[in-house]
């Protein structure tokens, strides 16, 4: 579960909270208080910063948390909408957030003790999560792909431009 908060979402909750009158009975012990002032927090913190599910696959990489998901989907959404300042700054943020979190995750290696941890955790960083990197799909090779790509990135229509007049024809040839 992830609760994004954005500074329109702040701003309207401060501005209910300053509003807000919490009022406890004094007939009820301090459990009962407790557990009213409780519920009053999860329902503020439930109608100003709805929970969002996010899920993040072993298949992810160590540093992808539902944070970092929530990031980079917001960034590709504004990439999208041709919003390229927002996404790249967004996405300075969660350069920001990997490398701190990688740099974490590789702290707690003694390189002068055990040099075969410090390498197999440089060849999980290059290599992703994944282990069976050449897995083949039945059907499909290199040829077939090949021909699909050429046919869905060939223009029918295409005429080539005229040259210019200052354009040597082809036909000729340099010589010494």
């Not at 696959?57 to 992808?64: G, I, K, L, M």
């Not at 917001?74 to 300075?92: I, Q, T």
Request: charged share 25%; glycine share 2%; proline share 5%.
């Amino acid at each position: 579960m992830f609760r994004r908060i954005s500074p329109t979402q702040h701003a309207l909750f401060l501005q209910y909270a300053s509003q807000l009158m919490i009022e406890f009975p004094d007939s009820q012990d301090a459990q009962a208080n407790f557990n009213h002032l409780y519920s009053t927090m999860q329902d503020l913190l439930d109608r100003f910063y709805p929970e969002r599910e996010i899920t993040v696959t072993s298949s992810d990489p160590h540093y992808v948390t539902p944070a970092v998901k929530a990031m980079l989907r917001r960034k590709n959404r504004l990439m999208r909408a041709g919003r390229c300042e927002e996404a790249s700054a967004l996405a300075v943020r969660i350069r920001q957030i990997i490398v701190r979190k990688s740099s974490k995750w590789l702290r707690r290696i003694d390189i002068r003790k055990n040099a075969k941890d410090a390498w197999s955790k440089v060849r999980e960083v290059i290599r992703g999560t994944q282990r069976n990197s050449d897995c083949q799909v039945e059907g499909i090779t290199a040829q077939i792909l090949n021909d699909h790509y050429a046919a869905i990135s060939t223009d029918t229509d295409y005429l080539p431009p005229v040259p210019k007049q200052t354009v040597m024809a082809q036909t000729n040839h340099i010589t010494n």
